[in-house]
């Protein structure tokens, strides 16, 4: 009797606790980090202007590293090099 009683009461407070996270999840979004972000300045072609200071030697530039779904979504960015 003892074990029956035990069961429903952990049962109940499992189910109180699913039931409540799934409320919290409607009523709070899901957010990743607390990073915030800014608008970007295009040019009317689309381009970003781009000012590098300090950079006296190569710039190395690996985008095999990059997951090439990364890019599935976005379209290429012309890069003009003065």
Do not use: C, H, Q
Not at 71 to 76: A, N, R, T
């Amino acid at each position: 009797m003892k074990t029956d009683l035990y069961t429903k009461i952990v049962l109940t407070v499992i189910a109180v606790a699913l039931s409540v996270n799934l409320i919290k999840g409607f009523i709070t979004p899901a957010k990743a980090d607390n990073r915030k972000f800014v608008n970007v300045p295009v040019n009317a072609d689309g381009s970003i202007n781009v000012n590098i200071k300090k950079s006296s030697e190569t710039m190395e530039v690996k985008l095999v590293d990059v997951d090439s779904r990364a890019f599935f979504y976005s379209e290429p960015i012309p890069v003009k090099v003065k």
